[in-house]
Each structure stands twice: as C-alpha cells, then as structure tokens.
C-alpha cells in the first residue's frame, strides 16, 4: 500500500501539500461555521464536511497522478487541450453551464470549472510543444502557435467571464514561455496583447471597472476593507482559532476568496508569515523539481504547473492584503472549493511523479544532461 | 546569435518568488502590527452595530408546575431610518401609537444611522394601535419594525417575590431563585449585523441574521403555589394586624426537607423597581438572625431526653417565677411551684430550661446545637443565607449555657429552626432544606435534579414521638392553645423572645414566633411563623400562634398534597406521596424484588433480560416518592434461580443464542452440526435439572430454507 506514495520522492513537497490542505480544512471549518449555521438550519459543519470529501477526493487524485508515469501526458497533449477547449466553448452555448452569481463557469456534473481544466491543458501542450520543437524556436514556428493556443484559451474563460482566470492563464503561459527560452521581446508582444485585451474588458464593464476605482481610491471598495479590517485586528498572534468576528457575515465569502483575511485574523502577524513561508517553501520546491527533471519537457512542466499555483497564491493573498484589486481568485488548497483543489493536487500529484524521474540517466551530480548544454537560439529575422 | 539557459531562466522564477514572499512580509507587518490598534477601532464601531436579540428567559415553576416567573413575549419598535419615506409622517403615527411625544420620534428619526430603537417592550394594546397603522397607514410606516422582545411576569407578585426574586434591566437576576440560577435561566442571547452596502449606507437584509438567541433552562421549585400565596395572605394580615415591623413563615415536609412556601415580609413587588429597596429585598427566612426564646427549648428538651438527663416524669422546681443562678436572675411569665418534664413545656418555664441546661453541661449542649444545624448555613439554594450565631465554648460566659437552654444568647435563621422541627417531625433525622426540584432545558430534558437527602440522625425515634407529644400536649393545653384547630391534632411551641435593640441598648422588643408539627404524629408539614417587633401585644400565644392556626385552617382546606388525604386518616393508609426509603433488591430476583418494592409503594420497570437484579435507580437508601418508578436492569444470574426447569422450545434459534438460554439454565448442551437448531432431545417443556445435557441438533440455514421450498 505504502509503494503508491514512494513514486514521488520529494517527501517535502508532498509534506508540505498535505499540511496546505490540512490547514485549508481546518480554516474552512472555522470560516464557515457560521455561515453554515445561518444558511443551513444550524449545520455548522454543512461546508466542512462537502470540503472533507472532496479534500480525500483530491488527496486520491494526487496520488494516482504520483503513479501516473508524465510522458504518458506527453502524447495526450493535444486532445487534453481539445477536451478542454470544447468545455469552455460549452460554457459559452446558452443553457449548458451553471450561471452563479453573473458568472458562468460551471457545467453540472463535471467536478472540475473547465477554466481550471483549461490552465492546466494548456501548460501540458505548451510544454510538450516546446519540448517537441527543442531548441530550435522561432517566432512563427514556436511562439506564434503558442501565443494563439494562449490567447484562445484566454480569450474563450474571459467570455464567462471571469478575468482573474484568464490574466492567470496568461501569465503561466508566458512563465513556460519565459524559461522555454522565448526571447522576452517575443513575451512582451504576448503580454502586451494580454494586457490591452484586459484593459478594454476592463473598461467595458462597469463591474470590473467599479473594482478597480475602489482600489485606485476613487470608489468603495467594501471587501478590500473587511478583509484589510480583519488582517488588522489579527495583530501579532492573532484571536485565536475560531475568534474571527469578521466572518460573521461583515466579510462576504470568508471561506472562499477572504479565507486568508479569516486566516490573518484568526492566528495573527506570526501564523499569516507561517501559512506564505510554507507556499514560498512549496514553490520552491516545485522549481527545484523543474530544475532537476530528466528531460525538458518534464522540466517545463514543473515550472507550468508550480507556477500556476503560485500565481494563484500570490494574487489572492495580493487582495486580500490589498496590494492589487480584487480579483475573486482562491487561495490554492485553503480555500473552500472543490475545483481548484482537485486540480492543484493534480498538479502536484504531477509534480511528485517528474521528481520520482530525476535520478535516473545515473548522472551522479544530479543535474540531466540536457541542461548542461548552453542552448543557441537563432534569432530569425 | 543569442544564448540562453534554463538554469539561468528559472533563477529568476525563484527570485520572482522571494521578492513576492518578502513583498508579503512586509506588507502583512504593515496592516496587522503598525496598523494594528487604527483597525481594532474600526472594528470595534463595526461591531457595536450589532443589533442585539434577547432570547426567552428560563421558566421558573412551582412544584404542581404553576408558573412563578416566565418571560412572555412582546414587542420592541424599531426603525430603519434610510428605508423611511416621510419621516414627518412615520413620526406622527409613531406617537399616536406609542404614546411617546412627537418631538422625539420625529428627532430618532431623523439620526444617521441604520437603525434606532424607537420604544421597548411596549403594551399589548399598543402593539397591536401599531400593527393596525402599519397596515392601514400606505407606507407610511415603512421602514418601521416591530422586534420581538420578552417581559417577565411574576403571576404571584408580592407573595413570592423573595423566593422567585427578580432581574435587573439587563436581564440578569440579583435576587431569590433568579440569581442563584442566573446562569441556568439565562438565555444566549442572540444578534443581528448591519450590512453595509456598496454606497456605505447601512441595510438590514433577511440574509443579516446572524446568531439566534437560545432559551434558557427552567426551573422547578418545591414551592407550592396554593401555600404560598395562602402563607403571604395571612402573614400580611397579621403584620397589619399587630403592625409588626418584618415577618417571615416557612413550611417545610419534613420527611424530604422540601420547601413548600417561603415568605417575607415587607414585601415587593417584582414588576415594580421603585418597591425594591434594601429592607423589602430582604429575604427575612434565610437572612435575618433572631434570638429565637422558647422555641429553642425544643432543642433543650431533646438533648435531655436523648441524653437521659431526665425523664418524662421528672419533677422540676419552677421557682415560683423568679430564679436564681448565681448573680443572675431568671423569669418566668406565669408562676409555678413543682412541674414535671412535660409540664415545664407545656407552660414554658425558663426556669426550669435553664435548670435542665446546667445538667446538659456545655459540651452536650452545644453538640446538640450543632447536629441540629444551628450556626452554621443549610445550604438552601438561595443568595445570601445568614448562618446564625452559635459561640464557641470557650467564649461563653457563666450565664450563656442556661440562657441558651430557653434560647437567648444565641441568634438563629427561621430556616434553620425550622429545619430542627422538621427533623424531630422526621423522626430525629435532619434532611437538607430542598427548594429546587430539577433544572430542565426548554424541550424537557432534566439537566440537574435535586433528590431528598439525609443529613445525619440526631435524636432518635422514641425521643422525637415523646417530643412530639410534648409538643401536641404544649397546643392542647399549653401554650399553644390560640393555635389548635378541630379537626387535627397539631403539635407546637410557642417563642416570645426579647430582642436586644442596638439603638435603644436594651431588650425592649420582642420577636414572637411559633413552630408547628401538623399533625402532631406522622407529621407531613411544619411550619414556623416568625413576627418581629409587633407594636402592641408581644407574647406569641396571642400573637404568632393565630397566625399559624389561620395558616392551617387555609392549607387543610386547598386538597393538595402533603395534606390530602384527610389527617384523620392518615395513619392507616399508604401514604402516597410521602418520601420512603428505596429498599435495596439487587441481587433479588425479579418477582422478590418486585414484591419487595411494590410493599414499600414503589412501582417497578424493568430493563434486560436475566433472572437476577443488577441495578437499580433511584439507588438503595435514598429516598423517593412512593409511586414512582424504580428502575430495575436484569441481568443473567451466575446460578438458576431455582433447581429445576423447563426446557425452552430451542427451535429456529441460533448456535449461540441456544448455548446462551441453555447456560442460563446451568444445562450443557452437546451440538451436532452447523446452522441453526433443528432438533432438540429432550423436547422443549421436558423438565431437566442443573448439569443435564441437552442435544441440539443444527442444519445450515440455506437448507433450511431449502427445504421449506421444497
């Protein structure tokens, strides 16, 4: 029994998720009791027992994902990403989708948002492309294919619409993009046309635009507030587990989006720096997975998939301490929420699997071949 | 030609990562330790604007279930002030309704805010003005809402108002039952937040709701309603009657030390604060001290007797009124030459109490005292219970032992002389004043219950029925006479003790008091009226004691128990609803210990299977009202309860449940096969003796099942 978790051998890695989801279920219990109650006739534990299945669901999903030998994914690259761009063009036909408060982003019976799906097809692709084309990468055989399978995806989750997801996608494109070894005048052309799409979405919605006037100062901005108001009154150590006054309902969604603002006032200064040490550590580690893959295609993977979950991470904890303008993003692992979390833990289910492969080729230093050649990239004009 | 190196490429990712960390870092030290104390005050303006809910009150119920003390609900007025449409308008209709000036309705109104409370607990007859304009009033009563809220009422004011006591506005008791279970009665009150919304205003939502109260516990007294309304009623005739400055009557069943009426007076009334001052608060049975005079001579009187310091016969010298002891000198109210025991109580000579006291000597004398329970608490479940005065020997002075023996010299609580009655009624055994019968929540489960509990023996049996007939002689022919009623025999004495006056320094009061055992013998109630200072006549036998007969004549009158059935009859019946002692039958068989508890009066409920008791509840020893249940658990027995049996019909059962009824019976069984029994040899209903063998035969159940398709 005990094989199925020794394929992945980066026991911290795996340590650190597991205490991720620990601490989730924990906060998602404390978060919402009391919404529960108000909602649910009393049943205080109404979200936390949902989050406890599906957190064992996901768990079983990392696992076997630990077994599941990546190159396999190599070669299903495609019709992964064709599976999930037929999900988001459903979500666009009328009546398929679930609409949830002005959003579409559900199909029912999926366990999975086909945005989270989509991220995660489109680093695959990305990354078997890359790998394929290797070292020889031009503009229009290498990134333009790219920045069309990017801008696609993007295009069709901002249709839901739902912009957080779709600047994500954007920017774990260009972070796979970035260390495959596009040149950064070809990235800034990606981003740049990221950027002025979010812009006129921005701008021409006035729900989005309301949001970011509250951030710049201009308007209200009543979440930004709670949740600065809970973080504030945490202080150094905190209320204690389960004090949250916040989550009473002064917060919207305090096990969702603010579960960190609950976090933050719950255990105080010392346990918020504990909680983004241990995602920093989980990083890290999965760029130390990336590092020390066999091949690259395992390499573009891991640094795809870690930093999708470490955008995720940085844009939510940026709202919630109000650096940057709400987004409506989840804390990856802590937040309530089925999935965002099956696909996190595939995610690093995965990332377990590429570094069960790294000791192989017997390279004593420990470092693959591959990356000890200096790579030339014609520049074509 | 450009060169590039993942290596190099993913550094930088990683450092993107410890800048973000860092970023975070600071910026999390920046809002939960700079900013710290700026965002606790905002929170703490955020967090007033909680709205609170007050949730229902406990219950507090008398022993028949009466109500003493219940919240019932009512309403509060509030008011959204942003929802409100015309506010001149809402204002005038606010004030006709409510009765309040328009001035400030029209002023609450008119303030920055969510919402104002406009009124609390307002009358029924102005809820339902209000309700009426809201619907007839188009709108213009939008915006203004009606919170549910609680009022408590006290259904028998004044009369137990000492007992149940009272809340302060906050909802917390300070007095009586209210606030020695405030935590029990208490509900969680509950509270509803303001929202705010994308404009900063506030909005009350259905969604809002947050935290709903929860009802406190209930409380069930000892009390008797009936007796206490009937004790209030004729304590404050007699205190208008001889203008007596404070008063206090106490009925206890002796048998199980429950309190059936507690009463105080001067009184007040709990609805109205402006009647609660310092001396009317005063619970006078459990906290003012008294020199109790003659009806401490029963304290005297038992320890002689107990003691055999003297017998019934005994002659006394009374001194023809004026005694002698050293320098000190004792008075008698009336004149007598030789008295024997029972005459000195019967006339109450101090003489002679004095005379038995110094042939007690100190040592006994103050034993007796404290296994009667004097100088110190009962324990009773009330605030503030006094423990009386009761000096140490050795702080005695040459005259203290006899002026104790007829009850000077010493301060005791009506609580505890009537508890020292109630146990010679009890036949020598102090039991612990009981008030609260059980805590239950508000669907019924018990969450504390009170059971009679025994203290200790202090005198015993033939000692107390020669008290007793004492006492029932000191009501015929004595004393007591103003208190004998036709149609029982009542025991009962007499006390008129002076009263050391601190303003005046001398003993130019009186306290008049009379305890009574009704009946005299298989007493089922005492009960002790204490009057403090009467204005114009002081002697008890005319003050005190009529009371007490009035008291009876009322309580014999209102059918409920302990008094019914009729005294007359009493002693040849089953007493109904007295306390007995659970026999102890574990270990009995079913039917012995049925027998057993069904003689006593107990009923009986059985649980388990077995021959042979286990466990019982209530346990052996403690005492329970004859009638109620006691609950048996059965349990298979080591040995057969008798020698020979008939064999069971074993068919049909499984292997092990056969070898279960078989070894129940001591009888081995020998098996052939698996499944279930098929066969038996010998066939049920044969008689087989411990230590037979029993042959089973068994057939798997499939082909059982087989073979009945078949």
Known sequence: MLEVFKAGKDKKLMGATILLMAVGLLMVYTSSAGLGASRFEGDVGHYFKHQALRALFAFVAMTVMMNLDYHRLQRKAPWVLIVALIALVALVVPGVGREVRGATRQIPGLPVQPSEFARFAVVLYLSSFLAKRGEAASFKQCIMPCFAVTLGAAGLVLLQPSLGSAVVLVLVSAVVLYVGGARLKHLAVVLGTGLAVAVACILSNPYQLERIRGFLGLGHQYQEDQSLLALGTGGVIGKGIGRSMQKYLFLPDPHTDFV?????????FLGCVLLVSLFTFLLLRGLKVAASAPDRFGFLLATGLTASIGLFFAFNVGVVTGIIPTTGLPLPFISYGGSALLMNAVAVGVLLNISGHRVREGVSSGRSPWKRNVIRITEIR | MRTYDPRHRIKHIAIACAVVWALFFLRLFYVQIVCHSRYEKLALTQH???????????????????????????????????????????????????????????????????YVAIAKKISPEAEARLREAKQSGAGRLDGVDLIDDTRRIYPLGRAACHVVGIINPDGHGTEGIEAEFDSYLNSTGGWFILARDAKGEDVVTTRSLAKQPRPGANVVLTIDANYQAIAASCLRRAME??????????????????????????????????????GTLRNRVVMDQFEPGSTFKLITLGAVLEEDVAESTTIFYAENGVGRFGQFRVNDTSKHGWVSLKEFFRVSSNIVAAKLGLMIG???????????????????????????????????????????????????????????????ANDGVMTRPMLVKRIEDDGGRGLRRWLPRERRRVLSEGTCRTIKEFLADAVDN?????????????????GTAQKYSASTRSYSSFVSSFAGLLPAENTRLVCLVVLDEPADEHLAAVVAAPVFKELVERVGNCSRPPLSPPFDRIRFEVRNDAHVRVPDVRLLAEDEAARDLKKVGFDVRFSGVGSRVVSQEPAAGTLARTGTDVRLRLAEADKPASDEGALPDLRGLSMRDALRRLSAMAVTARVNGSGVVAGQSPPAGSLVRRGDCCVLELRPLAAERHGTHR
């Open chain 1, 260 to 268: 960190f603002a609950i976090y933050g006032e719950e255990t105080g």
């Open chain 2, 48 to 114: 007033n604007r909680r709205v609170p809910l007050s949730g229902v009150r406990g219950t507090i119920y008398d022993r028949n279930g009466v109500v003493l003390a219940q919240d019932i609900r009512t309403c509060s007025v509030c008011a959204y002030p942003p929802q409100i449409r015309d506010r001149a308008a809402a204002a005038r209709e606010l004030s006709r309704a409510l009765g309040i000036p328009y001035s400030r309705v029209h002023r609450r109104l008119g303030k920055k805010a969510g």
């Open chain 2, 241 to 278: 009657e001889h203008r007596a400055a404070a008063g206090s009557v106490v009925m206890v069943e002796p048998a199980s030390g429950e309190i059936l009426a507690m009463v105080s007076a001067p009184d007040f009334d709990p609805t109205v604060p402006g009647t609660w001052r310092r």
């Open chain 2, 362 to 424: 100190e040592d006994k004398f103050y034993g007796y005292c404290r296994a009667f329970g004097f100088g110190a608490t009962t324990g009773i479940d009330l605030p503030g219970e006094g423990a009386g005065k009761l000096r140490n020997t050795e702080d005695w002075s040459q005259r203290s032992l006899f002026t104790m023996a007829y009850g000077q010299e010493i301060s005791v609580t009506a609580l505890q002389l009537a508890m020292a009655y109630a146990a010679v």
């Open chain 2, 478 to 494: 004595g004393t007591g006479r103003s208190a004998r009623v036709e149609w029982c025999r009542i025991g009962g004495k007499t």
